[in-house]
């Protein structure tokens, strides 16, 4: 059997998202997989792991988006091979906080909110401390809590909250959250790949 590759998974997958995440990935010697993104995912899960083998570093950060779909949409389907595959090891998951109108919520055992602080109440969409401990609200988090995953971290809106995670400032509250993904992983940084066969 192969070296499993080292992936984080994330529940967002717009522009706004891809764009944060592929500067993180760079910063930190890692890769994000630019075409993960959508909004719904179009990607499928063994089309997703095809694409996590041939990236060139570990960790590798990788974008799921229901677009706001009731029940188990093409994000959560293709989050959950992933996530399950055997090649695959998983860090954590970035889970990101939307305004859903269908109330689907995850636990979560952490959250950072908009102005950095870590804290066990959830968060909401501008990256605001919501009223519940351990929970967010989401658009493609329904299926987390059938996963066997060391850390789940919520978030709000990538790239957004108000600006205060912006691209142009370095999307500081992303990258914390993706840093305590790896340091409670033990992570030491990125890993060189060498693809064999991705087949």
Not at 184 to 188: A, I, K, L
């Given at each position: 059997m192969e070296k499993q590759r080292q992936v984080i998974l994330i529940t967002d997958g717009d522009d706004y998202a891809r764009r944060t995440l592929e500067m993180i990935a760079r910063e930190i010697?890692?890769?994000?997989i630019s075409m993960s993104h959508g909004n719904p995912t179009v990607r499928s899960g063994p089309?997703?792991?095809r694409?996590?083998?041939?990236?060139a570093n570990d960790p590798v950060l990788v974008m799921f988006d229901?677009?706001?779909?009731t029940g188990e949409g093409a994000g959560e389907k293709a989050l959950k091979y992933v996530a399950n595959h055997r090649d695959i090891h998983v860090l954590g998951v970035l889970a990101v906080a939307s305004n859903t109108h269908h109330k689907e919520w995850t636990r979560?055992?952490?959250?950072?909110d908009r102005d950095g602080n870590l804290t066990p109440y959830g968060v909401d969409k501008y990256g605001l401390p919501d009223l519940e401990i351990g929970r967010i609200s989401g658009d493609t988090?329904?299926?987390l809590d059938e996963l066997?995953?060391?850390i789940i971290v919520g978030i709000g809106d990538i790239g957004k909250m108000s600006k205060q995670d912006h691209f142009d400032i370095g999307s500081p509250i992303t990258k914390m959250a993706i840093e305590l993904i790896l340091e409670?992983?033990?992570?030491?940084g990125a890993t060189e790949h060498i693809e064999k066969d991705v087949t």
């Open positions: 010697g890692g890769r994000c089309e997703i792991v694409l996590i083998k041939k990236a229901d677009s706001g779909l979560v055992d952490i959250c950072v988090v329904y299926c066997d995953v060391p409670r992983s033990g992570t030491n």
